[in-house]
Each structure stands twice: as C-alpha cells, then as structure tokens.
C-alpha cells in the first residue's frame, strides 16, 4: 500500500505494531505454554502385534501416529506390570525400591515407596494439572498409597489387574469371591457394571480433555492413560472379534479384536484433543508395560520368550512418540531406551521442570535423543533387573564375581547378559493365520543347568547365538558391573499374603485397609 496522506502513513504505522504486539503475545504465550502430555500405556501388548511389526493384527491409529513421529526401536520396558510402571512413576530401578521380585499383589502390604515423588508430583510442581484413568497395580493398603494422592488431582480406574472387563470385579485368594476394583477420587464406582473397560477408560479421558479445554485454564495437561487393553481375560465385544474370523485360534482372535478396540480409543482420544484444540500442543507417547503373554493371545515373533522372560520378548517394547508438539516427523529412533527414562524426559526435556527432590534416578533425559538428529542415547547401559528372590538355577560359573546362579540381566551397548533363570526361551509364531499352524513353537535347545548367556543384540536381536564361551572377557565385566550395582540394592519387599486385606471385611469392595 503506498500513502499519500499522513493519515494513511499513521494508520499503517500503527497496523504495524498492532501486528507486532499480536505477535510478542503470541511468541509471549508459546513460550509460557507448555506442552500437554498424553502417556498411553497398553498392557501385555506384543512386539508383533502392532501393525508396523507385525501382519497379522492392523493397527491404523497406532501405525499413523508412530509414522508421524518418532518410532523406539530400541526401547526396554520390564517383563511384568508392576515393574514397569513402578518405572514409570519413580524414574527407578526396581532394586531401588524393593520391587524387583514378580508384580504386587492385592493382598500384599507393598507399593511403591513414598520416598520418593512420582512423575505426577513433578509435572503438578511444575504447573501441570494431573489426571490418570486405568490401571495402577502399585499397591494400595493406605490411603497415602492412591494415585489421588501420588500426585494425581483425579483418578478413575482398577488399583490391581486382571479385572473382568465387564463387572470390573477381580477374585480373593480363595478364587471364589469376587470384589469391585473400581473407583476414583471419592472411593467405589459401582455404576459402570457392564460397561467394557476400553470404552470406559476412552470416555472418560474423552472428558477429562474436553473439561479441561472449557476451563481455558493455562495450565497445561498431563494425562496418565492405562489401559487395561489387551491383558486378559479376553473378554471383547463381537464387533470387534468379528473382524479376525479369519484367525481360528480362539485366544488370538479374541486379544485381536481387542487390539482393534485399544487402536479406536486412542483413536478418540487424539479426536477428542484435536477438537479441544489441544492437539497442536501435545505430546502424545504411546508403550506397552511388558512383552506379549503368548497364552492369553499375545506375540512377541521374532524374538525369544514371552512376558515375564528376560529374553527380549519379555522387555524390548513397542513404543512410540508423536503429538502436534512433536517437530521430529518420521523418524525411526535406534538409540537404547528404557522405561525409567521417561521420568526425567518428560519432566525436564519437555515440561522444562526441575528434578530436584527425588532419590537418585535410574533414568536419562532423553528428549535431545528423541529429537535430536544422530544425538546418542543418554544412557551407556541398562539393568534389566537383579532378582535374588527368584529361584537359582544351575551351578556358579565364575568363582570371583557375580553368583550366576541368580537371576539378572545387563545390557553394556550392543551387548546383553543374562543369569540365572530367565524363564522360556521359545521363539512363538502367531498362531493360525493362513500360513502358519497353530501352536508354532520353536524350542529354545539350552539345557535346564545353563545359566549364562551373552547375546549381541545389536546384531542378534532374536538371541539365537550364545557368545559366553567366545568372549569370556566380556561375561566377566558384566559379571562385574551385575555384582557392583548389587551393592547399592535394597532387599525385595514381597510379604505374605495379608488376611486383613480381604475386600469382604471392608464393604465388599477392594481398597485401602491399613489406616
Ligand atoms: C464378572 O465377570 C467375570 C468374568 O470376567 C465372571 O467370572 C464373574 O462371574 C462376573 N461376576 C458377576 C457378579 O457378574
Ligand atoms: C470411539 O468413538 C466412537 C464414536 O463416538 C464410538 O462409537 C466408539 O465406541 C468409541 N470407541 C472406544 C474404544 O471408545
Ligand atoms: C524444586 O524446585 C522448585 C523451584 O525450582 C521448588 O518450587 C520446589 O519446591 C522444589 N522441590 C523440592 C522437593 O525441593
Ligand atoms: C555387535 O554387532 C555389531 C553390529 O553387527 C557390531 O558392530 C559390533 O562390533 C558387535 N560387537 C561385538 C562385541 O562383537
């Protein structure tokens, strides 16, 4: 526009730093808003059944979201549920907290310490509101041990696991009775009979994101989301089963169909934050808590074992980073990765948040990793786990260092170490699809005294050749290192049964007993 008039030239002047104010605000707004953070954690979800490892099950949610963002694949989480989300929560191993042995169970007086915050802490210090929806499986005997008080401002899901996904009850010791494991902020929930609990789960985050838009608060979000999906029972609408009549085998069918219905409702999740119009600012990561089960329908092919193994079937996990947030598009990240990470990442690499206050953490920030161009892992090595309660195997093979006997494994760059029991080293096609027969199993040829394995996963991510007996060297460092981590241990915490924990001498609901 060209000015004749002073006028005119006043008017454009001030046009212009209109404009230019609109724009600090905005520059002022973006640095002040934080992203939002949607953790998805799948339960029991295979390597191989997601659609971009596998075939056999079709994921298009998932598959798109990993495509626009940052696929690990490279990643670890822990073989059994409460692990990994003890993990999650703290930021530390399980020798750090006394959970290194199996899960917690609903009669046991144990949880996660409260020594120590939980990521829901940190990102509530650091302006986050905080929600979760799902399963916890941390443990509950007091009331200082619920998620509403770990750090959640709402929470709404099962505190153990393996709730039918209808009646949301879950059985007593004695097998026979059965108690609702479901509430939220004020106690039970008993008006969700006969809702499944993916859709459950789904609508309720649904809301939790559209409420959280009306407040317009600036607060941002961080939204912890647990699905029950796809552990057993494996229990899932016919609609959804009805898709993979094609697999014959009952338990795949059935686990597929809900694997269908877990990609729907992430599916509505990032609707309903598109819609909200929060999408732009979140970061989206999607991971399973540990390996496939391959006897309630899972699949881990082609890695060895299944959940529970140290095998990488058990812990190499399916995850994924994306969100409109995200500017790293496309990327397949190759650098190792673990659960405990996520603590510090998304605590200070995306919310900006100090990370004082906490115990000594087991993970790395690995924001600059995820979307860093060729930026290395934060982390040299992982341990898998130290077991000393698990049940020794073989003989001791070497004399001066770590008891091989017990139960441990390490991973030193390429290189993985196994001792002790790690538990079936099968590898298990999916069964029953056109080309491959039911109940595919190949062997694993070891013999029940072996009780060292060294693998180069870099190059042998399917575990299928030994080099113990080829570099002795190597056995023996890690052997070392096993033995010098052992030191800083805290012995497990896994106590008996407790029978006042029994949900018939509490009103018949499942929750907090010990005052
Ligand atoms: C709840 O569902 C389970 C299956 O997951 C079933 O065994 C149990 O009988 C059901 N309980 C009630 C009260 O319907
Ligand atoms: C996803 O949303 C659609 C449309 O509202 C609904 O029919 C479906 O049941 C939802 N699925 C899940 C898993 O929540
Ligand atoms: C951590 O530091 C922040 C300020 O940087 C402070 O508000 C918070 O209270 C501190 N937390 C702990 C546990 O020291
Ligand atoms: C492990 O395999 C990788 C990839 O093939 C290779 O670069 C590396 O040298 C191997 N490490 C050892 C110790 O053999």
Redesign the pocket.
């Given at each position: 526009m060209l000015c004749a008039t002073v006028t005119c030239a006043l008017l454009l002047v001030t046009q212009v730093s209109e404009a230019f104010i609109t724009n600090t605000n905005n520059a002022r707004k973006h640095i002040v808003q934080k992203p939002n953070i949607i953790f998805i954690l799948a339960d029991d979800y295979g390597f191989n059944d997601i659609g971009y490892h596998g075939t056999q099950i079709k994921t298009p949610t998932l598959d798109q979201l990993a495509e626009e963002g940052v696929k690990l694949e490279n990643y670890y989480v822990q073989p059994r549920c409460s692990p990994t989300r003890s993990q999650l929560m703290s930021g530390r191993y399980q020798i750090h907290t006394g959970l290194q042995h199996l899960i917690l169970w609903r009669w046991q007086r144990a949880a996660l310490p409260l020594d120590s915050p939980t990521i829901a802490d940190k990102l509530k210090e650091t302006g986050y509101s905080t929600h979760m929806v799902g399963k916890w499986h941390l443990g509950f005997y007091t009331e200082a041990l619920l998620p509403q008080n770990r750090g959640f401002d709402s929470y709404f899901g099962y505190l153990s696991c393996t709730e039918s996904y209808y009646n949301h009850t879950i059985d007593w010791l004695d097998h026979k009775h059965r108690y609702l494991d479901l509430r939220d902020n004020n106690g039970p929930v008993y008006s969700k009979d006969g809702h499944y609990s993916?859709?459950m789960f789904?609508?309720h985050a649904e809301n939790i994101i559209s409420r959280h838009a009306e407040k317009s608060s600036s607060s941002p979000l961080f939204l912890y989301m647990a699905y029950e999906a796809v552990h057993s029972p494996l229990e899932v609408p016919k609609s959804y089963e009805e898709k993979y009549s094609f697999i014959k085998d009952d338990n795949r069918r059935r686990y597929a169909g809900m694997v269908d219905?877990?990609d729907?409702?992430v599916?509505?999740i990032t609707?309903a934050l598109k819609k909200a119009g929060m999408w732009e600012n979140t970061i989206f990561v999607f991971s399973t808590d540990n390996g496939g089960d391959i006897k309630a329908g899972g699949n881990n092919y082609p890695l060895r074992g299944w959940k529970g193994s140290l095998f990488e079937g058990g812990i190499r996990g399916v995850g994924f980073v994306s969100g409109g947030a995200l500017k790293t598009r496309g990327v397949v990240n190759r650098e190792l990765i673990h659960v405990s990470d996520w603590f510090p990442t998304l605590v200070k690499g995306v919310a900006g948040g100090s990370l004082n206050g906490t115990l000594a953490l087991d993970g790395f920030d690995q924001w600059p990793t995820i979307t860093g161009k060729d930026v290395p892992s934060a982390r040299s090595y992982l341990l898998h786990n130290i077991d000393i309660s698990y049940p020794k195997r073989g003989k001791k093979m070497f004399s001066d260092t770590w008891d091989t006997r017990v139960r441990a494994a390490i991973r030193l760059g390429d290189m993985k170490l196994i001792t002790g029991q790690p538990d079936d080293g099968s590898w298990v096609k999916p069964p029953s699809d056109e080309s491959v027969p039911h109940g595919d199993v190949i062997h694993s040829k070891d013999q029940g005294y072996k009780n060292v394995w060294l693998f180069n996963i870099t190059a042998d991510p399917t575990e299928h050749y030994d080099l113990s007996e080829k570099y002795p060297h190597h056995v023996h460092h890690m052997l070392d290192m096993i033995s010098a981590i052992d030191l800083t241990a805290v012995p497990p915490n896994y106590p008996k049964p407790d029978p006042a924990s029994n949900p018939a001498l509490h009103g018949g609901v499942w929750g907090p007993w010990v005052k």
């Open positions: 993916t859709h789904t609508e219905t877990l729907e409702g599916r509505n609707h």
